[in-house]
């Protein structure tokens, strides 16, 4: 199932756009917001977007409002939206631009659009979801070779003379290797060294209390200690 989320402001456009989406011969979920504010409110939940339809300009007459940009730049804020293909959709010629140079946009579509453009948009995106694999990592466990999927790992500890991955499932001891070193095979970004001992994968995270200096981790009893070095980072983190 790939979800798609829609922020346009015109309710003719928004139409024809989920009328496209909802036609094609694939697990696709809609999700539309014809404001910033909506939109916001949608990207809170506890959904994995695949695809992001934004209208550049959402003030009606007014061409000076960029909110689509000002979404979009929110976004890519985010670790898990910084590859996913954002699509700006809008009449504004020189906007595309921006968006381009900024945003690292998948591509634009001008308003009037044809049906077969957003189409083919899908069409390449749902190539691309089924050609990547998620992001893992080798490890050597009692002699033997295992791939570990990145996002299987809560969190990781160094301990006595290795790691030790604390995953979904069960905890890993890995012999012989370093924090520093499985850090430096995972994908950047994705986990955060919060003690000199701990590194927890970020998408896991419920909230960092900073006052305590404890990580709450989502669906887990365990909660992960802040390092003293790294509260003030991790604080800047938090306030955005």
Known sequence: ?????ILEDDRASMEALEKILMEYPENICVHAASSYEEAKALLAQDIRYGLFLL??????????????????RQLREQFRYTFTPVVMVTSVGAMEMQAYRELHCYQYIMKPFLPEQVREVVRKVLGQEKQEE??????KRDGVNYQVRCE??????????GVCLHLKEEDWKIPYVTLKDILSRVPEGMFLQCH???????REVEYYDTVNRI??????EDVVEIGVTYKAEIGRLVSG
């Open 1 to 5: 199932m790939i979800h798609v989320l």
């Open 55 to 72: 209208d550049v300009n959402l003030g009606g007459e007014n061409r000076e409002d960029i909110g689509g940009i000002l979404f979009a």
């Open 134 to 139: 998620p992001p893992s990592i080798m490890v």
């Open 152 to 161: 299987d790992i809560r969190y990781i500890e160094a301990v006595h003379r």
């Open 196 to 202: 000199r001992v701990f590194a927890v994968n970020r």
């Open 215 to 220: 990580v709450k981790l989502r669906g887990c």
